[in-house]
């Protein structure tokens, strides 16, 4: 590392820490601070001070640490160790552990910065622009992954505490952003222009900052996985990148599954980087910086379970049991009972007794987002029979089995099911219940890449008309939302009176808090054609936008992207990216790689519908997308000539026939269907990756093809959002017009002669 590194870190960690330190100390002085929240502000306290003092000692002996380097590099000590015997297992090793410490950076991101839940696409595509330039420029050395190593550490000590000082803030500034409905620390009911346009500024600088951060960190390892791309035959290489990606998917996805902290994700995805050292005073600076990000996550404050979702952190209180999402209040398990009411001399939350107040019969319950067990035990305590409780995420029901003051979970009444909602609808036998009760959902993170929230299908007409299909003759549909904003009641009453054909009873609980009460009538002669003729802003399965109060993409995204389009631009010229990159050949990577998000942002949310918005689907869907590159490249490997003609015939068919099959089309008919559907949502990848793979085969300089193809998987990231316009099965079409693109370089290139040149990077 050369001096200057040292002093950009020294400097941007003191700033760092005193930020920390200063704010921590003001919050803990003025005193007005739970004890819950007091013990996060001493974390973050100490946490800063620890940085601060590191950051001191690496600034004193900066010379000292830049002479070793200097002196190492003279000796020829200064490349990474890959395994010359065995480049494509290397290859893998890196594809691996840079998959899984992408996807474990993104969740923890939007897990410690809230907002990062609904911008989610940040942090993604931040990920993507530094590994894209980093494999334009490769050339990778020691000096690259220790500088990785080394600023890791304040990005990780900031967000694991320093986040606790400007989430409320950042969640704030981004719900008077948006017209987009954001559940932030406080309800954000009316803003004026003035406030709106500052703070769509800047949540768009914040972003920029992010983008900032993120992109060069990650652009350490780009370089990494450039260099190795040389080393290897081209269509080998792809496959053991592929099966290192699908290797580190895989591992995140079990240790998601079991519930495990950061700390061993970091460990885990960190730890392997340092056989690319060798041995030496490099790996033992490595193993130190490694060993500090991974204590840096390890402190947190209540009862911390990081489930398959999300990070829940509860705690008891004198009141219940306190559950937060994120640090940002989700619910409160509390005992509702007669006893506990007659001696607080109220009923503090009445709304969950009052929904049988106004339902015919509630022998046989239905409660879909039943999370701690308030509405279940509010269903038993006014007599039901037998409850059916819908729970996505088992952690938060393992917390209402043991937390909840009154235990309705151990209730032999009660039968808890482990599910999507929209998928325990489609498996529940119809006509069996008195009432379906949809709990006071707010997800609080989208499904996986997509800007489409957890609980999006849940609100939906074809939900609704599910819900319905299961009710008993004279049953009800109860909801219970948040709406605290003017269009959000009209919405759910339109909604609801569209399936049930009649009014919509309401019950305002609190100013924000609103229950909606319909009993569906008998005669409605076609549900479907009801449904059709919905006006267009109500949300459907194509148009899951529940919180968008109108078809259009709210003007804070259009501003944000706008500032973070720049700024990635900005940041690729910096790099030494210019216009001798924009060749024909790059143009044509670039365009591969859009088309190619979009496609698995499609499939993710087709089979969502099919099986269910859970974490288990989403991790099937990009297993199935890389199994089917595999197999792309495995075909590859055979075929005389080219290809890429058929191959783009055949994407172009496979999409247009996915585009016109209704998902719904398929349900009821069979497993059979159901499967084949799945596998034509994910076969255009199959196609996409015979011209990738043909491509890819010829390509001189390996770094910057991989490097330009996932450049374009920023473009796919942003494309996304004109879904919230046209709706999510637009995203075949807006595919195939990226693929276009494709065609035309792809014709370009045929005219140059060129094979598939790829003009190097000035690195």
């Known amino acids: 590392m050369k001096l200057k590194d040292f002093k ?30 007091v013990l996060g502000a001493w974390h973050t306290f100490w946490s800063g001070t620890v940085l601060a003092v590191i950051a001191g000692l690496v600034f004193c002996l900066r010379a000292r640490a830049s ?3 200097e002196e190492a590099g003279a000796k020829g000590e200064r490349q990474l160790k890959f395994l010359s015997k065995s480049p494509l297992l290397s290859l893998f090793f890196l594809s691996c552990a840079i998959l899984f410490i992408e996807v474990m950076f993104i969740r923890y991101c939007s897990s410690q910065v809230r907002i990062f839940a609904f911008y989610k696409n940040i942090p993604l595509i931040a ?73 769509q500024f800047s949540m768009g600088g914040i972003a920029v900052l992010t983008l900032y951060i993120i992109a060069t960190v990650f652009s350490f390892l780009g370089r990494m996985l450039g260099s190795a791309f040389e080393q290897v035959p081209r269509l080998s290489g792809y ?4 099966l290192g990606s699908l290797t580190g998917i895989l591992c995140f996805v079990l240790l998601s599954y079991l519930h495990t902290p950061p700390w061993l994700w970091f460990a885990v995805g960190l730890v392997p980087l340092l056989f690319f050292l060798g041995r030496g005073r490099d790996t033992l600076v490595a193993a130190a910086l490694i060993a500090m990000s991974v204590l840096a996550v390890l402190p947190s ?4 379970i990081w489930s398959s979702y999300q990070k829940l952190v509860g705690h008891e209180t004198s009141d219940g049991y306190y559950l937060q999402i994120s640090d940002v209040y989700f619910q409160m398990a509390r005992d509702l009972s007669p006893e506990a009411n007659a001696q607080r001399g109220f009923n503090p939350v009445p709304r969950y007794d009052a929904i049988y107040d106004q339902v015919d019969r509630n022998d046989s319950v239905l409660i879909v987002g039943a999370g701690m067990g308030n509405d279940v035990a509010a269903a038993l305590r006014n007599g039901a029979k037998h409850v059916d409780a819908v729970e996505i995420d088992a952690a938060i029901v393992g917390l209402g089995r043991s937390d909840h003051p009154e235990h309705p979970y151990a209730d032999s009444r009660v039968r808890i099911i482990v599910d999507d909602a929209r998928s325990a609808f489609g498996k529940l036998p119809a006509r069996s219940y008195d009432v379906v009760v ?105 148009w899951p936008f529940l919180y968008l109060p109108e078809r259009a993409i709210p003007q804070a995204y259009v501003v944000v992207v706008g500032l973070l389009l720049i700024a990635s631009i900005r940041l690729l010229v910096g790099g030494g990216l210019g216009i001798s990159n924009l060749t024909p050949f790059n143009a044509h990577m670039f365009f591969l790689g859009a088309g ?47 290809r890429r003609p058929i191959a783009y015939c055949a994407l172009a068919s496979a999409l247009t026939i996915g585009f016109f099959i209704d998902p719904h089309s398929v349900l009821g008919r069979g497993d059979l269907a159901v499967y084949a559907y799945s596998l034509l949502v994910v076969l255009p990848v199959y196609f996409a990756g015979l011209v990738f793979a043909q491509s890819f085969q010829g390509a001189l300089a390996a770094g910057p093809a991989i490097g330009a193809n996932i450049l374009g998987a920023m473009l796919g990231g942003w494309m996304e ?24 370089a792809y014709v370009l290139m045929k005219k140059q002669g060129l094979k598939t040149a790829c003009v190097e990077s000035r690195a």
């Open 8 to 37: 950009a870190w020294s400097f941007t960690s003191l700033a760092l820490a005193l930020v920390m330190v200063i704010v921590a100390g003001l919050q803990i002085r003025a005193g007005d601070l739970s004890d819950f929240e």
């Open 67 to 69: 002479a070793f380097m």
């Open 127 to 199: 990920c993507f622009l530094g590994l894209g330039l980093g494999c334009f420029l490769r050339g990778a050395q020691v000096r690259h992954l220790l500088l990785f190593f080394f600023w890791m550490v304040p990005l990780v000590l900031f967000l694991s505490q320093g986040s606790l000082l400007v989430e409320g803030f950042v969640s704030n500034i981004a719900a008077v952003a948006s017209s987009e409905f954001i559940l932030g620390d406080d309800l954000i009911v009316s803003r004026d222009a003035v406030s709106t346009f500052v703070a």
């Open 239 to 242: 496959s053991a990148d592929i």
């Open 301 to 304: 404050r209540g009862d911390t």
């Open 438 to 542: 949809f709990g006071a959902l707010d997800s609080h993170t989208q499904l996986g890449i997509s800007s489409v929230r957890l609980d999006n299908y849940v609100f939906t007409l074809e939900s609704f008309a599910a819900a319905r299909r299961l009710l008993k003759p004279g049953g009800s549909i109860v909801i219970s939302a948040v709406t605290p904003l003017a269009w959000m009641p009209k919405r759910f009453s339109a909604m609801l009176e569209t399936v049930c054909g009649q009014p919509v009873r309401t019950n305002n609980d609190t100013i924000s808090a609103v229950t909606y009460v319909c009993q569906p009538v008998s005669n409605i002669a076609d549900l479907n054609a009801a449904i059709e003729a919905a006006p267009g802003d109500l949300p459907t399965d194509d």
């Open 596 to 642: 190619f998000l979009l496609m698995e942002v499609y499939a993710i949310n087709r089979l969502a519908l099919l099986f269910g918005t859970t974490w288990l689907v989403s991790a099937i869907t990009i297993g199935l997308v890389l199994v089917m590159i595999l197999c792309a490249n495995l075909t590859t490997a055979f075929m005389r000539g080219d």
């Open 721 to 744: 959002y004109a879904t919230m316009v046209t709706g999510i099965r637009s995203m075949a079409v807006i595919a195939l017009a990226l693929y276009g693109c494709s065609v035309v």
